[in-house]
């Protein structure tokens, strides 16, 4: 079955410095995603994607991040100038069309800001 | 808005029990809902979905689900507890849309007693 896959893993990074996470939605999805979860917390919608544009983003999806689709299979969150509550565990998601499909999420990357 | 309130932040059951996780919802147009299951360090895996038709839905692992409109609950249960489903489990809701965000419940983990 097709996977939404994510790199890295794990990134540990020091406050200030900017990160860059990947994901390789599903080949023929549309829609991608980007949650993220605070340790201990729920799971907290960032920002949607479609047709190469943002189409819908919380309050949480401020200056300091974006998101770029490069090419015609990744799909990037850059976070600048991060901070100490920007660690979390970082989920990509993406979905398809034709009625409606649900939400496949990758295995997430955990960020850590030191 | 929508919104998901899970009941019990954390539920044990002994091997072979049921399983009850409650889900309500608030939506003000008719939902979509889903399940999902969270294995330590993986991803969300969709368990199963709500979204018109029969109201009681089957998912993966013998879970299944059942949509109440009167109650706005849509409960998880499963018949017989087995020591692989212990994970965290998320409720969450959306709407009828092409790439309308997830609203994710806090979560509840099971835990299964041997």
């Known amino acids: 079955e097709p996977e939404v896959t994510q790199t890295p893993s794990h990134q540990v990074t020091q406050m200030g410095q900017e990160v860059i996470l990947r994901c390789v939605p599903i080949?023929?999805?549309?829609?991608f995603y980007w949650y993220r979860q605070i340790l201990g917390q729920k799971v907290e919608f960032l920002v949607s994607f479609y047709n190469n544009e943002i189409s819908e983003k919380s309050e949480i999806f401020d200056d300091q991040f974006s998101v770029e689709r490069p090419d015609g299979s990744n799909f990037t969150l850059k976070i600048r100038s991060t901070k100490l509550e920007d660690s979390a565990m970082y989920f990509c998601a993406s979905g398809g069309i034709g009625g409606f499909q649900p939400q496949h999420f990758g295995d997430g990357t955990r960020l850590s800001i030191l | 808005a929508q919104s998901v309130t899970q009941l019990g932040s954390h539920v044990s059951v002994s091997e072979g029990a049921l399983v009850l996780l409650r889900c309500n919802y608030s939506s003000s147009v008719p939902p979509y809902l889903f399940w999902y299951v969270q294995y330590p360090n993986q991803g969300l895996q969709l368990l199963l979905k709500?979204?018109?038709?029969?109201?009681l839905v089957k998912g993966i692992n013998g879970f299944e689900a059942e949509f109440k409109k009167s109650e706005t609950s849509f409960h998880l249960t499963k018949p017989s507890a087995h020591m692989s489903d212990a994970a965290e489990y998320f409720c969450?809701?959306?709407?009828?849309?092409?790439?309308?965000?997830?609203?994710f419940g806090k979560g509840t983990r099971l835990s299964v007693i041997a």
């Open positions: 969450a809701v959306t709407v009828p849309s092409g790439n309308t965000p997830l609203v």
């Open positions: 080949s023929n999805h549309l829609y």
């Open positions: 709500y979204t018109t038709g029969a109201t």
